[in-house]
């Protein structure tokens, strides 16, 4: 009798493929990168688990479960291997973290991309391989929630780098859950931890995608917001508070009712300074502790402070400035993203210091005005600028904004109306912005509002698109041309799969309205490729063009730039 094989009978070295690749943890897909589209193995369930099918179903969607800083998703990979595609393919190999369906697990994705007829990557066939699950102290710094104060200021600091050379505030929310060491006594020790992981979990929930959020000092959390607006600070700490008290909290020591206090500080109307922000903030907390507790409180500039130093208040100087005819303009280009050729300009306000003291710092400026109710003087008087820079220039096409202080203001349609009256020549070339906040309280008035706006001839975009919780049905009501994408979700394209899946839903939804679509904040070329691959109408940012100066003297000769 024969020795047996050790390979085993025949029958047994016919191995299923689909069983093989299921117990290694590996399932092939194939990706047309130029629709989206995402197939799979037959095996997929068995080895990624109860995974959505509509996250399947779509690269992008997929590359929104990467794990933020644990490596490059695929995108990433195809897009920063370099190569030329000779009729083989390129090969790719990356490696994430990525959450199944509430499993963290790292994952090798590897594969060959092909070249479409445009030279660029068409789609990609590969191989995704399940390692083994992340360990919480794996992941990188950002992930640890709990720091400490020194840490935080280092936060703060790196943010205002980042966000204030291109003007853009950044606000600093420190919230405390309220007599925690009552609850300690009531609950304990395990039942309080209990309570901070729900907090932070309740908070987390309503952040927006570009805000951080950060514990320190047992039960205070910080949450750093960039691009929020100064009028809107307070909207925002109430939308944390009520997350923290919209219902009783669970705890293994039974049901404790939690709540949260809030201070902020506003950078760089308060200060530039990242420990000053953080102080600030903090102090603004302890005025909260003794107030309501439903109550935030927003760090203000003191005035008898500037009055002791000699120094005039910035709305002072500015209504002096307005009086004084020394309101000007400064023209940011708008850019198709296909040709890079200049479509429109942004007109933005810029206030000059007497005397030839240089500009007023427009980012500390605004929320000032608003506060003290001047910014609808400000609003019109750019208004009355642009439409005597559109008489002179029948070459331009300018967009103003309209703050949401003014829109609330019935006077201020009075003075569009009499500013665009009879002027349609002007008024066709005119784009008027607001935000996308200013159309959440009293829907119907803006609809009415911005149709008043649009019979005079004018184009309606909305701004800062994606920062607030406007509905489709809301969207579909306004009579809007143009959806300008918050740029903080530009900005993170390069580091976030999460922004860039929320851009790409975004831009479907403008496709979907049939409006065209601005992204803002567009620094470098990977940014602009990714957008102009993915279908975006126009760019904005420092990459195509910085804001200049305009100088209505010499309305024929190149404009002044302007330090920003």
């Given amino acids: ?125 590969g191989v995704l391989r399940l390692e083994r699950a992340v360990r919480a102290e794996e992941l990188g710094a950002e992930h640890h929630d709990l720091c400490d104060r020194a840490s935080l200021v280092e936060h703060v600091e790196t943010a205002l780098a980042e966000h204030l050379p291109a003007e853009r505030g950044l606000v600093v929310l420190i919230g405390a859950i309220d007599e925690l060491a009552r609850l300690n006594d009531d609950f304990g020790h395990e039942a309080t931890d209990e309570i901070i992981q729900e907090v932070q979990e309740r908070l987390r929930s309503v952040m927006r995608r570009r805000d951080h959020l950060m514990r320190y000092s047992g039960n205070r959390f910080a949450i750093l917001l960039s691009g929020c607006p100064a009028s809107q600070v307070e909207v925002a700490a109430q939308r944390f508070i009520k997350a923290v008290a919209q219902s009783a909290i669970e705890t293994s020591r039974g049901i404790a009712l939690a709540r949260l206090r809030v201070g902020a500080a506003v950078a760089p109307d308060l200060s530039r300074e990242g420990g000053v922000l953080v102080a600030a903030a903090e102090n603004a907390l302890a005025g909260a502790k003794a107030g309501a507790v439903d109550e935030a409180v927003i760090a203000r500039r003191s005035v008898a402070r500037e009055a002791r130093g000699g120094t005039v208040s910035h709305d002072i100087e500015a209504v002096v400035a307005l009086n004084e005819r020394r309101v000007r303009l400064a023209l940011q280009p708008v850019v198709s993203a296909a040709t890079r050729v200049p479509v429109f300009s942004e007109a933005l306000l810029r206030v000059e210091r007497a005397q030839g003291g240089g500009f007023l710092a427009t980012p500390e400026l605004i929320p000032v005005l608003e506060r003290r109710g001047l910014i609808r003087l400000f609003d019109h008087r750019v208004l009355e600028l642009v439409m005597t820079l559109l008489s002179e220039q029948p070459q331009m096409v300018l967009s103003v904004n309209v703050s949401p202080r003014s829109l609330a203001d019935p006077e201020w349609l009075d003075a569009f109306l009499a500013c665009t009256g009879g002027r349609s020549a002007e ?52 009579p809007i041309d143009i959806l300008k994408l918050d740029g903080a979700f530009t900005q ?73």
Avoid at 13 to 24: E, M, N, Q, T
Avoid at 35 to 64: H, I, K, Q, Y
Avoid at 493 to 505: A, G
Wanted: charged share 25%.
């Fill in 1 to 125: 009798m024969p020795a047996p094989s050790i390979f085993g009978s025949r029958d047994e070295r016919i191995v299923d493929p689909r069983s093989l690749l299921s117990s290694i943890g590996e399932v092939v897909y194939t990706w047309d990168i130029a629709t989206d589209a995402l197939e799979w193995g037959p095996n997929v369930a068995e080895v990624l688990g109860p995974v959505a099918p509509a996250v399947l179903a779509r690269g992008l969607a997929f590359a929104g479960l990467v794990e933020p800083g644990s490596g490059r998703s695929r995108y990433d990979a195809i897009y920063s291997v370099g190569g030329h595609d000779f009729g083989d393919g390129v090969v790719y190999r990356t490696r994430y973290a990525a959450d199944l369906a509430g499993r963290k697990m790292w994952i090798e994705d590897a594969g060959r991309w092909f070249v479409g007829m445009d030279g660029r990557p068409a789609r990609a066939r």
């Fill in 427 to 478: 008024t066709s070339r005119l784009i008027v912005e607001v935000t996308e906040t200013a159309t959440i309280d009293d829907s119907a008035r803006m609809v009415k509002l911005l149709t008043r706006i649009k019979e005079q001839g004018a184009r309606i975009a909305i701004d800062d698109f994606g920062a607030g919780h406007t509905s489709l049905r809301h969207l579909r009501a306004f």
């Fill in 492 to 564: 993170n394209l390069r580091r976030s799969t999460d922004d860039r899946f929320f851009v790409r839903t975004l831009l479907e939804l403008a496709r979907h309205l049939e409006v065209e679509t601005v992204a803002e904040w567009v620094d470098d070329d990977l940014q602009a490729a990714m957008l102009r691959d993915w279908g975006v109408t126009y760019l904005q940012g420092h990459l195509v063009g910085k804001a200049e100066l305009w100088q209505p003297d010499r309305a024929q000769a190149e404009p002044l730039r302007e330090a920003v």
